[in-house]
T-cell receptor, first 113, second 114 residues
Framework: GEDVEQSLFLSVREGDSSVINCTYT??????LYWYKQEPGAGLQLLTY?????DMKQDQRLTVLLNKKDKHLSLRIADTQTGDSAIYFC?????????????FGSGTQLTVLP | DSGVTQTPKHLITATGQRVTLRCSPR?????VYWYQQSLDQGLQFLIH???????AKGNILERFSAQQFPDLHSELNLSSLELGDSALYFC?????????????FGPGTRLTVT
C-alpha cells in the first residue's frame, strides 16, 4: 500500500539545524521528493533522491534515505526565518507508464528568532 | 516561479454551480496532474493527463472531470458544487514517463463554495 507519514510540527531556533522526518511504506518507490509550501503559495520542489542513493546534498539541504527502514529525512542547515513553511515529503510510484506521487500530510516548520 | 500557470487565482461561487479551472504546464512538459488540497484531506491526487490522454485517476469525484487540449493546457471542471468542495486546487506538470518524475506546481486556485 501507499502511505507517507510525517510529524505535524517542528520548531527550531534561527541558526540551528532542522531535521524533518518522513516514513513511507511502498518498497517499490524509486524516487522520493521534498517540497516546500509557503502560505498562500503552491508547492516548490526542493530536492529529490533516487532510491539507490543514501544521501544527497544541495547547499543547505541534506537528504538522507534509509531504504531498509523506509525512512527519509531532510536536514536544513543554518535555518533562517524564511525557511518557515510546510514541508511535504512524497514518494513516487510507477503506475503503468506514469509516475504518481503520494504526499505526506506535511510538517509545519516554525523558525524562532 | 515554477513556469506552471493557473487561472483564476480565486473563485467564489454558490452551491450547485459549475466552474472551470485552467492550467498551462511548463514549456516542454507533456504531463499535467491535478490535486486538491484541503485542511481535512491534505493533498489529494485527482487525475493525470499525458499528451492529451488520461493516464491515471485518483480520488476524483464523478462530478469532476478534466481534459488536456492539443496545446497541452488542461482544464478541471467541477460541477454540482458542494460546500465541501471548497479547497485549493493545484495543477502540476512534469516532462513525462521515463524520467525522475518530479512535478512542478502552479500557484493554485482557491475555490470557495458558499
Amino acid at each position: 500500500g501507499e502511505d507517507v507519514e510525517q510529524s505535524l510540527f517542528l520548531s527550531v531556533r534561527e541558526g540551528d539545524s532542522s531535521v524533518i522526518n518522513c516514513t513511507y511504506t511502498d518498497s517499490s518507490s524509486t524516487y522520493l521528493y521534498w517540497y516546500k509550501q509557503e502560505p498562500g503559495a503552491g508547492l516548490q520542489l526542493l530536492t529529490y533522491i533516487f532510491s539507490n542513493m543514501d544521501m544527497k546534498q544541495d547547499q543547505r539541504l541534506t537528504v538522507l534515505l534509509n531504504k531498509k527502514d523506509k525512512h527519509l529525512s531532510l536536514r536544513i542547515a543554518d535555518t533562517q526565518t524564511g525557511d518557515s513553511a510546510i514541508y511535504f515529503c512524497a514518494e513516487s510510484i510507477s503506475s503503468g507508464s506514469a509516475r504518481q506521487l503520494t504526499f505526506g500530510s506535511g510538517t509545519q516548520l516554525t523558525v524562532l528568532p | 516561479d515554477s513556469g506552471v500557470t493557473q487561472t483564476p487565482k480565486h473563485l467564489i461561487t454558490a452551491t450547485g454551480q459549475r466552474v472551470t479551472l485552467r492550467c498551462s504546464p511548463r514549456s516542454g512538459d507533456l504531463s499535467v496532474y491535478w490535486y486538491q488540497q484541503s485542511l481535512d484531506q491534505g493533498l489529494q491526487f485527482l487525475i493525470h493527463y499525458y499528451n492529451g490522454e488520461e493516464r491515471a485517476k485518483g480520488n476524483i469525484l464523478e462530478r469532476f472531470s478534466a481534459q488536456q487540449f492539443p496545446d497541452l493546457h488542461s482544464e478541471l471542471n467541477l460541477s454540482s458544487l458542494e460546500l465541501g468542495d471548497s479547497a485549493l486546487y493545484f495543477c502540476a506538470s512534469s516532462v513525462g514517463p521515463g524520467t525522475s518524475g518530479e512535478q512542478y506546481f502552479g500557484p493554485g486556485t482557491r475555490l470557495t463554495v458558499t
